[in-house]
């Protein structure tokens, strides 16, 4: 989901500045998990709210991925901030299970579940 980010922003590909896991229930509800520095932001969704989100974020250049999430690969054991920095990224590849200590960047991120993961773009 893009975003501004000051100088960060020319470091980052165009549409892939920030990403965030929304999670949908078979209901059509959701649950938006957005890590911002030392909080993550947490909304419930209901169905309407959910098709509002995905097509605001996709009118805003942003890309989405649908993967089936596993609670059993989250990790929730990570190494010190120092070694793996506390960010958006970060979080999302803990969400997914996902080790790939050189996936940094978003736009890396939505690469490697691209080739790594069954996944359906939005």
């Known amino acids: 989901m893009p975003i501004k980010l000051a100088w960060m922003q020319y470091l980052l590909k165009p549409g892939f500045q920030h990403c965030v896991v929304l999670l ?4 059509g509800t959701g649950v938006a998990l957005d890590f911002k520095v030392n909080t993550i932001d947490t909304h419930m969704l209901d169905a309407k ?3 509002k989100y995905i097509i605001a974020c996709k009118r805003l250049g942003g890309h989405i991925l649908k993967v089936k999430y596993r609670a059993d690969k989250v990790i929730t054991r990570v190494l ?10 970060t979080f999302v590849k803990n969400f ?14 939505y690469k490697y579940i691209k080739k790594t993961y069954e996944y359906t773009e939005v």
């Open 49 to 51: 709210a959910v098709e």
């Open 96 to 109: 997914l299970g996902i080790k790939a200590h050189l996936v940094l960047t978003p736009y890396q991120l």
């Open 80 to 89: 010190p901030g120092v070694l793996t920095p506390n960010y958006c990224v």
């Open 24 to 27: 949908v229930m078979d209901d």
